[in-house]
C-alpha cells in the first residue's frame, strides 16, 4: 500500500487528477490509513496507467468509462471496444483534417506577408488584412 504522492510520481499523474478521477468513478475509492490518508495498491496504479493511455488517445471521459467497463466483464464483446476505438478514430481524423485546414491557411498568410509586406507597417500587413476579411 502506498499513498497518493508515489502513485502520483509513478504514473506522473497530478494529485488534483487523480481525485478528479475518484470522484467521477474511474477510480475506485481506495482505503484511508487510521490518519485518513489514501492507500492505493498496483490495482489502482494499473487501472489509473489504462485511464491515463485511453485519455492520451483522445477519449473522452465517458468513452474512457465505457472501455474500462469492458476490460472488467467477460460477457462483453471486443467489438463494443472496436466500435469505440472507429469512433475515435474519426474524430482524430476530423481534427488532423481541421489542423492541416489551419496550418494550409498560416503557412498562406506567412507566404503573402514575406513576399508583400515584410518590412512594411504593421497596419498594412497582409497578415492584418487576411485575419479582418470575412
Do not use: W
Request: net charge neutral; with cysteine; aromatic share 4%.
Amino acid at each position: 500500500m502506498f499513498g497518493i504522492g508515489t502513485l502520483s510520481r509513478e504514473t506522473e499523474c497530478h494529485i488534483e487528477t487523480i481525485r478528479y478521477y475518484e470522484k467521477l468513478g474511474l477510480l475506485p475509492q481506495p482505503p484511508r490509513s487510521g490518519g485518513g490518508h489514501r492507500l492505493y495498491n498496483t490495482s489502482h496504479t494499473k487501472r489509473l496507467v489504462f485511464i491515463l493511455k485511453a485519455r492520451s488517445l483522445g477519449f473522452s471521459l465517458e468513452k474512457t468509462g465505457e472501455l474500462l467497463s469492458l476490460s472488467q466483464n467477460a460477457e462483453r464483446s471486443c467489438s463494443e471496444a472496436l466500435a469505440l476505438v472507429k469512433t475515435n478514430l474519426i474524430a482524430v481524423d476530423e481534427k488532423i483534417a481541421e489542423l492541416q485546414r489551419m496550418k494550409d491557411s498560416l503557412q498562406l498568410m506567412s507566404n503573402n506577408c514575406q513576399s508583400c509586406c515584410p518590412s512594411g507597417k504593421a497596419p498594412d500587413c497582409t497578415i492584418v488584412d487576411a485575419l479582418t476579411e470575412s
